[in-house]
């Protein structure tokens, strides 16, 4: 107890210190940034018609950067690194468990692509969750599911045991997956939403990067030690991840403010605002936006099957397309089998394949960092619209190469067309969906609407995980990525014809949006 209590009280200090930073440039730079949205408008506009230039309150002084609601943003998103870790270890740990456990293709194909169908069940259900128990504490349930996921792996002596272990697993990956970036976007200021709500998908690419070093880390150990201490590897993260978001994450407030509870949605917002009149301000808003959801009964028509509002619709529908897309490109595919692509350019050695893999989560996580950084200056819109295009150019460069005879020249432009590829993925499409989804979603719908998106997001990466090895054989592997190519073409006309901007507008102010 006193261990624990002398925690507390540290966490306490930090949190108070960093709650009360400011940073004197950042007003500048937020005013150069109003300056710049002004001056930029006009041109959005001309390439999106039905873009609003979003509302401006001139009596408003720029918002300062607030460290609390970065730390409780990515609290919550760092549980999705067990996501990408998990996902991504059968790449590497695959070659060794073929030897070590005599694993077939179709084994292999299940084990690596059934975590997304698993999904579905945990992901559906964390809507419901994180309405019922809360943001948080839905957050550390998934945490829970993951050590017992990640222990059994390792344990795992069988086909059928390792089956049921990445089940586990991914009841922890399915609530953290839908949950991150609700809290997220729920706990940040429209003026960082952007930054904030694309950190689940970092901590996703962190995740995949550190699977890769893993899989290259252990690969020289004794065959039946290897594999396992690669799953091993991942059993701490989530204790200390529960134990951080227990004793230093506070409750989302529109959670709160939804449940009543609005003295302790106040309490939250004083302290992830920049200034009183700020949290007072979105208080307002998320109140007034739970009564109107109450009173029109968006959440009881997602349960019922009721025709909803035509906004409402539409938001659903292009929630669901954009995680449609998101999949249909072909991500996972290469997250999951960009060893058996290098080999097929010519790379024959497992430890030159390893290496490159390395190389391709680098780049995944090093470029989602643009993202981030640009999403709250230059809009979403235009970085997906950038995003996809690029993926289409990339995908069709990187289905000629395969087409061509293997040599070094060949060998070479394969990888630089894959790189390429997960770069242009990494800027847009990859950390800016779960951002969109979240965001444009009403209070009410939120959670829910969410759960049924990235239901929709992990089906289409199942179906395509678990088909890619006999699909490759099928029609080649070169085929595979044509038709991928085509998805992210499609991907880039829906974003134009369908995706209005959103960025500075608060998350109460999507429904109007989507109503113009």
Same mark, same amino acid.
């Given at each position: 107890m006193l261990t624990l209590t002398g925690l507390q009280d540290i966490i306490r200090i930090v949190l108070h210190l960093s709650s009360v930073l400011t940073c004197d440039k950042s007003r500048n730079q937020q005013a150069m940034g109003t300056t710049e949205q002004r001056h930029g408008a006009a041109d959005i506009s001309i390439a999106a018609p039905l873009l609003p230039t979003p509302a401006m309150d001139p009596a408003q002084e720029p918002p300062r950067r607030n460290v609390f609601a970065f730390i409780c943003a990515t609290l919550a998103s760092m549980t999705t690194i067990l996501m990408g870790y998990n996902l991504a270890l059968m790449s590497g740990a695959e070659l060794f468990m073929r030897e070590d456990l005599g694993l077939t293709d179709e084994q292999v194909e299940v084990l690596s692509g059934s975590m997304n169908l698993f999904m579905l069940a945990s992901i559906l259900a964390a809507g419901w969750a994180a309405d019922a128990i809360g943001r948080r504490g839905t957050i550390v349930l998934a945490n829970a599911f993951l050590i017992a996921g990640a222990l059994a792996m390792s344990l795992g002596g069988s086909y059928a045991v390792l089956l049921a272990a990445r089940f586990v697993t991914s009841v922890g990956v399915g609530f953290a /997956?839908?949950?991150?970036?609700?809290?997220?976007?729920?706990?940040?200021?429209?003026?960082?939403?952007?930054?904030?709500?694309?950190?689940?998908?970092?901590?996703?690419?962190?995740?995949?990067?550190?699977?890769?070093?893993?899989?290259?880390?252990?690969?020289? %150990?004794?065959?039946?030690?290897?594999?396992?201490?690669? $799953?091993?590897?991942?059993?701490?993260?989530? /204790?200390?991840?529960?134990?951080?978001?227990?004793?230093?994450?506070?409750?989302?407030?529109?959670?709160?403010?939804?449940?009543?509870?609005?003295?302790?949605?106040?309490?939250?917002?004083?302290?992830?605002?920049?200034?009183?009149?700020?949290?007072?301000?979105? %208080?307002?808003?998320?109140?007034?936006?739970?009564?109107?959801?109450?009173? !029109?009964?968006?959440?009881?028509?997602?349960?019922?099957?009721?025709?909803?509002?035509?906004?409402?619709?539409?938001?659903?529908? !292009?929630?669901?397309?954009?995680?449609?897309?998101?999949?249909?490109?072909?991500?996972?595919?290469?997250?999951?089998?960009?060893?058996? /692509? *290098?080999?097929?350019?010519?790379?024959?050695?497992?430890?030159?394949?390893?290496?490159?893999?390395?190389?391709?989560?680098? /780049?995944?996580?090093? *470029?989602? %960092?643009?993202?981030?950084? $640009?999403s709250d200056r230059v809009g979403r819109r235009p970085l997906l619209l950038g995003s996809t295009a690029g993926m289409a150019v990339a995908l069709t460069s990187l289905a000629i190469t395969l087409l061509c005879a293997a040599s070094v020249t060949t060998t070479a432009a394969c990888v630089a067309c894959l790189l390429a590829y997960v770069a242009a993925f990494s800027v847009g499409i990859g950390p800016l969906t779960q951002t969109y989804s979240a965001e444009i979603l009403p209070l009410r719908l939120r959670a829910r609407g969410t759960s049924l998106g990235t239901a929709v997001n992990r089906l289409t990466c199942g179906v395509l995980s678990m088909t890619f090895i006999s699909l490759a054989d099928y029609i080649s592997m070169a085929g595979c990525f044509f038709l991928y190519a085509g998805a992210a073409a499609a991907a880039c006309v829906f974003v134009y014809l369908r995706l209005p901007e959103t960025r500075g507008r608060s998350l109460e102010d999507m429904v109007q949006l989507f109503s113009m």
């Open positions: /997956v839908v949950v991150a970036p609700v809290y997220a976007a729920e706990i940040a200021p429209a003026s960082a939403r952007g930054m904030l709500s694309s950190l689940p998908e970092i901590f996703v690419n962190a995740g995949i990067l550190l699977s890769y070093i893993s899989n290259y880390a252990f690969a020289g %150990l004794p065959l039946p030690l290897g594999w396992r201490a690669m $799953f091993a590897a991942g059993v701490a993260p989530p /204790v200390l991840l529960a134990a951080g978001v227990v004793l230093a994450m506070p409750e989302s407030p529109r959670w709160l403010a939804m449940r009543g509870r609005d003295g302790e949605a106040e309490a939250v917002l004083s302290r992830t605002s920049g200034s009183p009149a700020e949290a007072g301000h979105r %208080l307002r808003e998320i109140k007034q936006d739970a009564v109107a959801a109450e009173g !029109d009964g968006a959440g009881r028509d997602l349960l019922a099957g009721a025709s909803p509002p035509v906004m409402i619709r539409r938001i659903l529908t !292009d929630v669901i397309a954009l995680q449609f897309f998101h999949q249909a490109s072909g991500i996972d595919i290469i997250v999951l089998y960009s060893p058996l /692509v *290098f080999k097929q350019a010519g790379i024959s050695s497992n430890t030159s394949v390893l290496a490159a893999t390395v190389a391709v989560g680098a /780049v995944k996580t090093g *470029f989602i %960092l643009v993202a981030t950084l $640009f």
